[in-house]
């Protein structure tokens, strides 16, 4: 039976002391899923694991509904697989071998989003911060880091995030992701 490496991305949890969920924690309740080779990155919400069924959306809906029936809150969840996270850093338009971690960030979004959603936005405004549009993905390039960028505080207003979950990870994440899902 062919097996799939995914990454689960869980938006907003451990942050500020909120909405905690123990790693340790996550990664049983995973495996309590059927899921396979569990490993989770850092607190802020990442979980690798390998699965022999389903596709990212029922993954992600299944892991989202057993976080709430566990924990007693929502939490928005992406899933996606070892090739789509590839796929991300090979696109990538910036030079990221060139700059900081903290200067480059990934937002996943669960479904495509569109140009048109972004046309109310100025890039000259913003300058030198810039964003380009990938699969399912927005690359923010934030030379001051995400916690300084006006960019950023404007990407995350609900009229452009409407109707998707979107999450971001830092380039170093991004990157970790492609390793812990190889193979």
């Given at each position: ?6 990454a ?9 002391g ?33 699965a ?20 007693g ?10 090739a ?10 910036y ?5 900081e ?23 000259d ?8 549009l990938?699969?399912?993905a ?19 207003r ?19 992701l ?6």
């Amino acid at each position: 039976m062919a097996t799939t490496r995914y990454a689960a991305l869980l938006r907003g949890i451990n942050v500020g002391g909120n909405r905690k969920v123990p790693m340790a924690e996550l990664r049983t309740l995973m495996e309590g899923l059927g899921h396979d080779g569990v490993r989770t990155h850092l607190q802020s919400g990442q979980a690798v694991f390998t699965a022999a069924h389903g596709d990212e959306e029922s993954l992600a809906a299944g892991l989202s509904e057993a976080i709430e029936r566990h924990f007693g809150f929502a939490v928005d969840v992406i899933v996606r697989d070892h090739a789509y996270l590839k796929g991300i850093v090979e696109a990538c338009p910036y030079p990221a071998g060139g700059l900081e971690p903290r200067q480059l960030h990934v937002t996943y979004f669960s479904a495509p989003v569109t140009p048109d959603r972004f046309a109310e936005i100025d890039p000259d405004a913003y300058r030198p911060e810039e964003f380009s549009l990938g699969d399912r993905a927005l690359y923010l390039y934030a030379p001051d880091g995400l916690g300084r960028s006006r960019l950023a505080e404007h990407l995350a207003r609900p009229r452009i995030t409407k109707g998707t979950v979107a999450t971001s990870r830092n380039w170093n994440t991004v990157r970790t992701l492609v390793e812990l899902t190889e193979g």
